[in-house]
């Protein structure tokens, strides 16, 4: 049974910095690629950034790009994200994800299936 659990969020100033952790359980963590969406009050559900099994490749949505940075350590099944130069804006539950079946395309969000509870980042102005 696939387990993601993030820790790591928290309220920060607009400006400020936080690194998130996803700590996963249930199979080979290195075979898997990782993700990190958010959902804020009232939106959609939407991807953030994602990176492959091997942690050679990664990608970022645009609106992430330059202030967050995914990584991953596969020899302690986790993967960050660390987020820079925080906004008002990035205020929403983070959640870390991880498709069902090994291959799949890291940076193709409907390929992800197994989900974390999620951890609160708020940001304020």
């Known amino acids: 049974q696939v387990q993601l659990v993030e820790s790591g969020g928290g309220l920060v100033q607009a400006g400020g910095s936080l690194r998130l952790s996803c700590a996963a359980s249930?199979?080979?963590?290195?075979?898997?690629?990782m993700g990190w969406f958010r959902q804020a009050p009232g939106k959609e559900r939407e991807f953030v950034t994602a990176?492959?099994?091997?942690?050679?490749?990664?990608y970022y949505t645009d609106f992430v790009k330059g202030r967050f940075t995914i990584s991953r350590d596969n020899a302690k099944n986790t993967v960050y994200l660390q987020m820079n130069s925080l906004k008002p804006e990035d205020t929403a539950i983070y959640y870390c994800?991880?498709?069902?079946?090994?291959?799949?395309?890291?940076?193709?969000?409907?390929?992800?299936?197994?989900w974390g509870q999620g951890t609160q980042v708020t940001v304020s102005s």
């Open positions: 249930g199979r080979t963590f290195s075979n898997y690629a």
């Open positions: 990176i492959s099994r091997s942690g050679l490749m990664t």
């Open positions: 994800a991880t498709p069902r079946r090994i291959g799949s395309d890291y940076d193709r969000p409907q390929q992800y299936d197994y």
